[in-house]
C-alpha cells in the first residue's frame, strides 16, 4: 500500500517563478546580438560554470567571468546585468502558486527544493510571505549538491523528519520527477498552477 503524502516538495524556478519571463527576455537579447536562439540561456543556465555555481564551488562573480558575462552586458540593455545575480533577481514571482501553497500550508510539510545561486534565499529575504509558507529550503548553492542527484532528494526528505516516499515533488524538470520517482519519491511534472491543482485533487490531496 501507498504511503500517506505528508510533505509536498516544490521547485521554485518555472514553478514559483514566471520562467517565461526570462525566456523571452534571453531570446530578445539572442537575437539583438546575432546569436543562434537558446544560446544565453544554454550559457546562464547549463554546463560547467553554472553547475559549479549553483553547488557552490565558485562565486557569482567567477560564474559571470567565465561565462563572459561582461561581454555580452556590454552590448545589452543595463537590466541583463541582473542575471549576474541570478535568475530569480529577474522573474516574476506567480501569484497564483503562492495562493496554492497558502493553500496546501498548515495541510502538509512543504519545502522547496531548488538548483539556485545565492538569489533565491535573497528573494525568500525579500518575500517573507512566502518563506513562512515552507517548513525546509534547500537550495543547491548551499548544500552542494543539485537536482537530479538523489542525494538532494534524500536531504530534502531527511529535513522534513519523513522517508521520501512520504513526500511529493513538484518540478517542472522531468528529469527530477523522474530522478525522484526512482528514489520512490511520488512527484508531478508541473505545467501550471491549475493543471497541479487538477493532479493535486485527482490525488486527493486537495
Same mark, same amino acid.
Given at each position: 500500500?501507498?504511503?500517506?503524502?505528508?510533505?509536498?516538495?516544490?521547485?521554485?524556478?518555472?514553478?514559483?517563478?514566471?520562467?517565461?519571463?526570462?525566456?523571452?527576455?534571453?531570446?530578445?537579447?539572442?537575437?539583438?546580438?546575432?546569436?543562434?536562439?537558446?544560446?544565453?540561456? *544554454?550559457?546562464?543556465? &547549463?554546463?560547467?560554470?553554472?553547475?559549479?555555481? &549553483?553547488?557552490?564551488? $565558485?562565486?557569482?562573480?567567477?560564474?559571470?567571468?567565465? $561565462?563572459?558575462?561582461?561581454?555580452?552586458?556590454?552590448?545589452?540593455?543595463?537590466?541583463?546585468?541582473?542575471?549576474?545575480?541570478?535568475?530569480?533577481?529577474?522573474?516574476?514571482?506567480?501569484?497564483?502558486?503562492?495562493?496554492? /501553497?497558502?493553500?496546501?500550508?498548515?495541510?502538509?510539510?512543504? *519545502?522547496?527544493?531548488?538548483?539556485?545561486?545565492?538569489?533565491?534565499?535573497?528573494?525568500?529575504?525579500?518575500?517573507?510571505? $512566502?518563506?513562512?509558507?515552507?517548513?525546509?529550503?534547500?537550495?543547491?548553492?548551499?548544500?552542494?549538491?543539485?537536482?537530479?542527484?538523489?542525494?538532494?532528494?534524500?536531504?530534502? *526528505?531527511?529535513?522534513?523528519?519523513?522517508?521520501?516516499?512520504?513526500?511529493?515533488?513538484?518540478?517542472?524538470?522531468?528529469?527530477?520527477? *523522474?530522478? /525522484?520517482?526512482?528514489?520512490?519519491?511520488? /512527484? $508531478?511534472?508541473?505545467?501550471?498552477?491549475?493543471?497541479?491543482?487538477?493532479?493535486?485533487?485527482?490525488?486527493?490531496?486537495?
Amino acid at each position: 500500500m501507498a504511503e500517506a503524502i505528508q510533505a509536498i516538495v516544490f521547485d521554485f524556478g518555472g514553478v514559483f517563478t514566471r520562467a517565461e519571463v526570462s525566456e523571452r527576455a534571453l531570446q530578445a537579447y539572442d537575437r539583438q546580438l546575432g546569436l543562434p536562439a537558446g544560446t544565453l540561456r *544554454a550559457a546562464l543556465h &547549463s554546463g560547467e560554470p553554472w553547475e559549479l555555481a &549553483s553547488t557552490g564551488q $565558485i562565486t557569482r562573480d567567477e560564474y559571470w567571468a567565465q $561565462i563572459g558575462g561582461a561581454a555580452y552586458a556590454e552590448r545589452l540593455p543595463d537590466e541583463f546585468k541582473r542575471y549576474r545575480q541570478g535568475v530569480f533577481h529577474v522573474e516574476p514571482i506567480e501569484p497564483a502558486m503562492v495562493q496554492l /501553497a497558502q493553500r496546501l500550508h498548515g495541510v502538509y510539510k512543504l *519545502a522547496l527544493c531548488s538548483n539556485a545561486l545565492h538569489d533565491l534565499p535573497e528573494v525568500l529575504v525579500e518575500r517573507p510571505d $512566502i518563506r513562512e509558507l515552507f517548513d525546509v529550503v534547500v537550495v543547491s548553492v548551499l548544500v552542494g549538491v543539485r537536482k537530479p542527484d538523489p542525494a538532494i532528494f534524500t536531504l530534502t *526528505a531527511e529535513r522534513l523528519g519523513l522517508p521520501v516516499s512520504a513526500c511529493l515533488l513538484v518540478d517542472d524538470k522531468p528529469r527530477n520527477t *523522474a530522478a /525522484a520517482e526512482a528514489l520512490g519519491m511520488p /512527484a $508531478i511534472v508541473f505545467e501550471s498552477a491549475a493543471q497541479l491543482t487538477r493532479a493535486l485533487e485527482e490525488r486527493g490531496l486537495l
